[in-house]
């Protein structure tokens, strides 16, 4: 099995390194081309509408791999539901972001068009759900394929604009073509792969909700504690700074797919294995935390090294004050890629009901600590605050919390490089 979980989430990683290469170049020129301002702008924009993104996928992509897991004989009612769901709920969304930005940027009226016609991704973004139809049968080589040519596609409509006629609104468009091709190629491989047909179930419907609510909540208050950072800088300090911000958590963010990877991966068959032993799965979980704590480590002290030629190799020198940010800003995603793996503990134990708990305090901390370090440091502050916030979600709450402590004690016995070297000798043999 753990020769299956690597090879599944090879895949992942193999064509999202092609994409990252691909991401690199563009970012690259886009923040030269349109330099911090617009860049921050465009950076906004997408903090905007990712806020507004859990409403669309109602909590779904947090229960859809244990559904589709103990329910295999339902997989196209699961599915065709779920997807039904979602769609009637994305005009409401792109809705709601237009009258966000009405408001609070009222009278900016580049911003709101901006704004606006990068929503229009919400459209296209519900038949991502059929990814995880495709994780759990551990198919992941045809969602890897079609995010990397979606990917790619978008890049050259990309690179396109701003070699052309350097217009930040076609540039917005440029995330809901990447969606609907991969709307498209899903269900083509879906349909060709023998998918059940989709149906609409209201009863399923139901239990769906009934189990995804937590995350519905849960995810919007984490997309909040995990954007309103760049919101509040670019309305209290302004599009540069946050460009410059932005310029040194998106490098951080390029290897979350890494760790999305294993993780993703690794989820059926930690359910599977909790639903036989819980030894087993609290060996596997600790494995999980083993692999994704020192992977973090390494990447932390990498990027704190090369930071200066990192951010003059990406950005060049209209970005240099993005070099200590990014040195900062490193360390906030070892935290945050813990609180994925510890998501993977909640869902399995059925302790979704503190979900929300844990995102609605984590929300509250973060508008209250990024609003405070931000009007005191600017974008230093949200760099700070970033940390803050992952630390006292992933690592404080878990303590706190007395349901979820033992996944604290998992996590704590994963520092043990011991458990890591095991894997490591499964995987040789």
Partial sequence: MVNKIVKNASWIIACKVAETIFMLAVTMLQA????????????????????????????????????LVD?????????????????????IAILIVLLFTAFVNAGQTETIIVCGLYSSLLLFQVFELLQYWFLAHYMSKYTALTCFAAYVIASIYRLAVLFINKSIYLYALSQ????????????YFYKKLGGNKFKFDKTIAKRLFNKSKFFLFSSLAVT??????????????????NGHYVAAITIVNMATFIFTAIIDSTQPDLIEKNSLSNEAFEKGMTRLYSVVIYLSLLMCIAI?????????????????????????????????????AR?????????????????????????????????????????????????????????????????NYLMFKSLNPNHLLEMIKEIRH
Wanted: aromatic share 12%.
């Fill in 304 to 340: 704190d090294i090369l930071a200066p030629l990192i951010i003059k190799i990406m950005y060049g020198d209209n970005y240099l004050p993005s070099i200590n940010l990014l040195r900062i800003v490193a360390w906030y995603g070892l935290f945050s890629f813990i609180g994925i």
């Fill in 224 to 241: 909040i504690y995990t954007q309103v950072d760049r919101v509040l800088l670019k309305n209290i300090s302004g599009d540069e700074a």
């Fill in 71 to 91: 329910h295999k004989d339902e997989e196209g009612t699961i599915m065709g539901s779920s997807i039904t769901m979602a769609m009637l709920t994305s005009p």
């Fill in 32 to 67: 030269r081309i349109f330099g911090p301002s617009n860049f921050g702008l465009i950076s906004y924009a997408q903090s905007i509408v990712t806020v507004i993104v859990p409403i669309i996928q109602l909590g779904l992509n947090s229960v859809l791999i244990r559904e």
């Fill in 176 to 187: 809901a073509i990447y969606y609907l091709v991969i709307a498209l190629v899903l269900l």
């Fill in 343 to 407: 998501n993977v503990y909640i869902i399995a134990k059925n302790k979704q009901k503190y979900i929300w708990i844990i995102s609605f305090l984590g929300a509250i901390f973060s508008i209250i600590c990024d609003y405070l370090l931000i009007l005191k440091f600017n974008a230093t502050g949200a760099a700070i605050g970033a940390i803050l916030v992952q630390v006292f979600v992933n690592i404080i709450l878990g303590f706190i919390i007395k349901p979820i402590r033992r996944n």
